[in-house]
């Protein structure tokens, strides 16, 4: 056996021991967002929708849970330093957000300039300094490790590390003892996927805390390159020239921890559109007074659209962004039906 160029620790998988370090991590500084059910939504679909409340998270999404993870475990060496992060808004503003509480004082985020605005804007808010690039013509992880060698800043990426991943997994450990205390034991936990930080994490949580339950990644048309490298059992990218107003989860590629995280333990991958996406942000308006992001909605919109049959079973569904521009927002709610 050849050990000379073993993988790099932040690039394995964390045990659930970390996952629960995590949780302790977070306790008291993040959200312990609400796991909610509509009993007409249960109705129109037979079954039993258990819906997990991420947008109302610090920073409007679930990566707060990871940036938080990761920057408390900076060294003083390398807090004095600063970090860097790539990121289309979420995980942009989730690292801005750690950074300033965490007294930081160098944060730079890599952000497309195609991002909602109210990402940018909201990522400076939290005293990042924000460069913008080319989504279509530069690759952002070069991009990150430029500025990172350049500046002597940390790397924080938004899904291909260990501790981010165990951040994460803290959403599935909630899902799993909020749903238990509801009576309920779901047979599914569908999450909205990019590079899949989130659905590795809870693959990893339901993996020890209910084996019988299976983890599936949902995404948009064009931009389903994890459901389709699960088919193919290698990693697979997005044709060039995709579109879609899920901003959220527009990753080139499944990360390569997290494919390897991924591969063995997803139910699969699940796709819908973007007219989908807008009609389950409607729903979660109109069942549970929620806003959503597109990107964030992709999970539920593939329960409503019958991507993962709801009846008869208990399954459910992680809402993992709120950070919405207006114009599209509007666009969610006054669309035909």
Not at 28 to 38: A, C, K, M, N
Not at 178 to 189: H, N, R, S
Not at 235 to 241: D, K, S
Not at 283 to 288: D, H, L, R, S
Request: glycine residues 12%; charged residues 20%.
């Amino acid at each position: 056996m050849n050990d000379s160029n073993p993988t790099p620790w932040h690039l394995t998988a964390p045990t659930f021991a970390e996952i629960e370090e995590a949780a302790g991590r977070i306790r008291g500084v993040l959200v312990e967002t609400p796991l909610l059910e509509s009993e007409r939504l249960n109705a129109r679909l037979g079954g039993r929708l258990l819906v997990k409340a991420e947008g109302l998270q610090r920073t409007g999404s679930f990566k707060a849970r990871g940036a938080w993870n990761r920057l408390c475990l900076l060294t003083a060496e390398e807090g004095a330093r600063g970090v860097v992060a790539f990121s289309s808004g979420n995980h942009a503003q989730a690292v801005a957000w750690a950074g300033q509480r965490l007294g930081i004082g160098t944060v730079v985020i890599a952000m497309p300039s195609d991002a909602p605005a109210a990402k940018i804007e909201r990522t400076r808010g939290w005293g990042a300094e924000v460069v913008l690039y080319d989504r279509a013509t530069e690759d952002r992880e070069a991009l990150g490790r430029r500025l990172a060698a350049a500046r002597g800043l940390i790397l924080v990426p938004p899904y291909d590390d260990r501790r981010v991943i165990a951040g994460a997994a803290t959403l599935g450990r909630e899902v799993v003892r909020q749903a238990e205390a509801m009576g309920a034991a779901p047979e599914a936990l569908v999450v909205c996927c990019a590079g899949g930080g989130l659905t590795a994490g809870c693959a990893l949580a339901l993996e020890a805390m209910l084996p019988d339950a299976r983890v599936f990644a949902a995404e948009p048309q064009g931009f389903d390159d994890t459901a389709r490298s699960l088919v193919a059992g290698t990693r697979l990218g997005n044709a060039p020239g995709a579109a879609s107003i899920c901003d959220a989860v527009q990753a080139p590629m499944p990360g390569v921890l997290t494919f390897a995280i991924n591969a063995p333990r997803l139910g699969g991958g699940l796709v819908v559109s973007d007219a989908e996406a807008l009609a389950a942000m409607r729903v979660a308006f109109e069942e549970f007074g929620l806003v959503v992001e597109p990107g964030g909605a992709v999970a539920l919109a593939a329960a409503l659209h019958g991507r993962l049959p709801v009846a008869g079973r208990t399954v459910a569904v992680a809402l993992t962004g709120a950070n919405v521009d207006p114009g599209m927002y509007q666009r969610a709610l006054f669309a035909p039906a």
